[in-house]
Every structure is written in structure tokens, then in C-alpha cells.
């Protein structure tokens, strides 16, 4: 009786080791991107899987929120932020590793509206119209998309009137989704993420050098357990393939 | 901790849309609680359920389906959208998602109460010549009243304590539609805790009052 339970247990515990998943390797990385980058930053990754053999796992969210969950403890071995002073802000609390940080991409602003819907909107002036009744935004007190869009319709002397009207996501897909959606009659988002959905259409796009600067820095964190690993995936994301991805979703490259 | 003047706007909304919704869903909670308690038809039990379903439903799940019953591209929410009626993004949306979600409380509890109103005092007060409409008025809510307030004063907690719905449907606009569950939820998502905090002792409190009387109310016994 009691060998045939124990050999029983040893097949269990023989199933067990043989299907059980690889230990997590130690060269797995975590990504936290700014939500502008997903789609380019999802194929990169692919790429680097696969030259590789590591696994990424990307956490895509504003950015803002992503430097709230780092200093939180969050772990994370790579920040790309859609703008320069979530990253300063980092930098300032000792949370990036010395010498990784690099200026990557830039992009552009667009005001978008819903496809498929009969809209009064030309210009940024037009939002001004009684009949542009919200506007959706990124939160502008904090996410890069909605501070580069407030500062620009600040610049146009416009924000006073427009403010009413905004309504706040939580980042820039979501504003995004709130134009398709067809609840708000304008957004604000990046030209790449314009570009992504058939169910906005673009009505004005920013000039570059008109706009407030766009960056998107990146850098390794210092809590991170996988440098090596970043490293590489850096080293892929700067790869003449890895910019070419990026410009063919439309980012302009900083090099 | 000083108070932010926010937190008045904040509060006085919250608690005057939960009150309004509170107000609106009382008519029907009641009435469909005393046909619950009261009738029997064939197809009863799918209506009891979808009544129930706010309750048990993810609340983002009852907020994703208010949006399509009233966003632009849904013949309602587009209806109204060219008669100048804003649901969306707007506080008539905080106080549909509210009233949404609490109406099931209400409804359970009134229930509850109409059931324990001896149907044979009703029936006395027929044969003595009371029309259904009077009898309803005068003796059976009377009975029911401590189960009516106490389930309204949940209805009025849940209204005052909702999120899910409510940021899908109105959506987070500080000042128009953020109550004190989505100002909150903001202060956390942008590092200012010590507002966050304020907002929630003030939620505790509202909570706690809210409950202690409706548990109050229904712990006491029958015939004061």
C-alpha cells in the first residue's frame, strides 16, 4: 500500500518537474513605456524576443503614472517616458542608472475628431465653437499628452475658453478612445496615435517648431535586476531596425 | 490639515446628485418592490433578476452598458444628444449611474418590507371599504416605512460611494462630474495624498452615518 502511494507521488511530482515553466530567467525584463509607444514598442519587443530568447513584458500607462509606480517600488528595468520632466523627476530621486539615459523620439500634436461624425473643427480656433461641446484631453496637470496640449493652446491664447470644455482621461489612448467613441466632439493626441485608428479623423496637426518640444527620453532604472538585459534591448530599440519601426508608426527620431 | 476648497464643491455635489438619484429611483424601487412582493406572473423570476443584476455585475460592466444605451451613437443617446440633452461626460450621467447601481438595493429592501406587512390588515381594510390606492397609502407603506428609509439610506450610501459606472459614463471632469469616489481616485493617480486622505474621511464618515442609521432602522423592533 504504502509503495504504491509512494510511487504515486514521485510520478505527480516527476509531472510537475517536467512541465513545471523555466524558473523566470534571470534576463526577463520589464518595459514601462509611456501609452503613445505601444504598438511600436509591442513589435520592437517581438523582435527583441526573438534575437534574444528573454521575455519582455511591457507595462504601458501615462507616464506620469508609470514614474508614481517606480518610485512606488514598482519594479521595472527600462522607463521611456513621453516627456522630459517625468524623467528629470526620476533622475532627481536617484531612480535611473547613471549614463543609461538617452533623448530617443520626438512627435507631434494633432487635434482629431470622430470619423464618422459631421464636425466644425479646422483649426485649433474651432474649438472655441459652441458646438464643440468637450474636448477630450490627457489629464493636463500631469500626463505628457495633456501638458504638451494645454501648453500649446496656452500659447494660442486659448486655453481660458477651451478648459471648460476638456475632459480629463487618463492618458493619451484613452483620449484616444473617448474621440471614437463619439461622446466628445475633439481630442488632442500624438500624430502616431492618430494614425493607428481609422475611427478618428485628423483635422489639424501641430507644426513642428509651433508646438511645445516633444520629447521621449529613455533610461535604465537603477533598481533594475536585469541591466545586462536592458542593455540589449536598448541597444535593439536603437538599431537601425529598431528606429526604422519607430518611424514607420510615425515617431520622429532623435539621432 | 487644511481644507481645500475643492473638497465643499466636492462633497455638496456628491451628496445633493446621490440625493437626487435617491429621490428619482424611490417612486419606481417601491412600486416594483410591492408588485415583487405582492404578485405572481409567468417571466417573474427573469425580471427579479435583471433588477438584481447593478448589484452583482462589475459595476464597470453596468457602466460600459449605460454607455452604449446613451452615447452619441445610440439611437437614445444620439436622440438626445441633437435636442441638446447631454448624458455623456455630464452630471445627468453621474446621476443615471448612481441611480442605476442603488436601485437594486432599494428594491430588495422595500421588498423585504412589503412582505413582512401582514397581507390580511390590507385585507381588513378592504372589506371595510378603503380603495386599493388608499390601502396602499395608509396602511401598507406606513408598515413598510422603516424598511423603505433604511433600504433608501443604502440606496443613498451606494449612489454616494459609486466609481465604476460613473467614470465610464460622466467620466472624471473636476468641478462638473468628479464625486468624491472619482476625486479620490484622481488625488491617488496624481501624488496628492493628503487631499486624497481629506476625501477620504469624509467618505468614512458619510458611510458610516449613512449605514449605522439604516441598520438603526432596521434593528428596531416592530411598533416603536
Known amino acids: ?255 | 490639515m487644511s481644507i481645500i476648497p475643492e473638497t465643499w464643491q466636492i462633497t455638496l455635489f456628491s451628496v445633493a446628485v446621490a440625493l437626487a438619484s435617491t429621490l428619482v429611483i424611490l417612486p419606481f424601487g417601491v412600486a416594483l418592490a410591492w408588485v415583487f412582493a405582492r404578485k405572481e406572473w409567468p417571466l417573474k423570476a427573469i425580471i427579479e433578476t435583471m433588477v438584481l443584476l447593478p448589484l452583482v455585475m462589475p459595476p464597470v460592466s453596468t457602466g460600459l452598458i449605460l454607455l452604449e444605451i446613451f452615447g452619441r451613437r445610440s439611437p437614445l443617446g444620439g436622440w438626445l444628444y441633437n435636442r441638446g440633452v447631454e448624458i455623456v461626460f455630464n452630471w445627468k450621467g453621474v446621476l443615471i449611474a448612481m441611480a442605476v447601481m442603488s436601485f437594486p438595493l432599494l428594491v430588495r429592501a422595500a421588498r423585504t418590507s412589503f412582505s413582512e406587512v401582514n397581507p390580511r390588515l390590507e385585507q381588513i381594510a378592504a372589506t371595510l371599504g378603503a380603495s386599493r390606492c388608499r390601502i396602499f397609502f395608509v396602511i401598507t407603506i406606513p408598515l413598510a416605512f422603516r424598511g423603505i428609509i433604511a433600504g433608501s439610506l443604502l440606496a443613498f450610501s451606494r449612489a454616494l460611494g459609486e466609481f465604476g459606472a460613473t467614470i465610464l459614463l460622466a467620466g472624471n471632469i473636476p468641478g462638473r462630474t468628479q464625486t468624491l469616489s472619482l476625486a479620490i481616485f484622481n488625488y491617488v493617480q496624481t501624488g496628492r495624498e493628503h487631499e486624497a486622505y481629506m476625501l477620504l474621511s469624509i467618505t468614512v464618515m458619510i458611510a458610516f452615518a449613512s449605514v449605522w442609521c439604516s441598520e438603526w432602522l432596521l434593528r428596531c423592533p416592530k411598533g416603536m
Open chain 1, 1 to 255: 500500500m504504502s509503495k504504491k502511494w509512494l510511487r504515486q507521488v514521485c510520478s505527480i511530482a516527476a509531472l510537475f518537474l517536467v512541465t513545471a515553466p523555466p524558473a523566470a530567467s534571470a534576463d526577463d525584463i520589464v518595459v514601462s513605456a509611456a501609452a503613445s509607444l505601444t504598438d511600436a514598442l509591442e513589435q520592437i519587443g517581438r523582435a527583441y524576443q526573438f534575437k534574444s530568447k528573454n521575455r519582455v513584458t511591457f507595462v504601458f500607462a501615462s507616464s506620469s503614472t508609470l514614474a508614481r509606480q517606480i518610485e512606488a517600488g514598482a519594479p521595472a528595468d527600462v522607463f521611456f517616458s513621453a516627456d522630459v520632466q517625468t524623467m528629470d523627476a526620476l533622475e532627481r530621486n536617484g531612480r535611473l542608472e547613471p549614463g543609461t539615459r538617452k533623448q530617443l523620439l520626438s512627435n507631434q500634436l494633432v487635434i482629431i475628431v470622430p470619423a464618422d461624425l459631421p464636425t466644425v473643427v479646422n483649426s485649433p480656433e474651432d474649438l472655441l465653437d459652441p458646438r464643440v461641446r468637450k474636448i477630450a484631453l490627457a489629464e493636463p496637470s500631469s500626463v505628457p499628452a495633456g501638458v504638451y496640449s494645454k501648453t500649446y493652446l496656452e500659447s494660442l491664447g486659448l486655453w481660458d475658453k477651451v478648459k471648460p470644455k476638456v475632459v480629463p482621461v487618463l492618458d493619451v489612448r484613452a483620449t484616444l478612445a473617448s474621440v471614437e467613441s463619439g461622446n466628445v466632439e475633439a481630442g488632442l493626441v500624438y500624430k502616431t496615435d492618430a494614425a493607428g485608428s481609422r475611427r478618428v479623423k485628423t483635422v489639424f496637426e501641430v507644426p513642428i517648431g509651433k508646438g511645445p518640444k516633444i520629447i521621449y527620453p529613455v533610461a535604465i532604472l537603477k533598481e533594475s535586476e536585469n541591466k545586462a538585459a536592458a542593455k540589449e534591448f536598448l541597444n535593439v530599440m536603437v538599431s537601425p531596425s529598431g528606429l526604422d519601426a519607430f518611424k514607420r508608426y510615425g515617431f520622429v527620431v532623435l539621432r
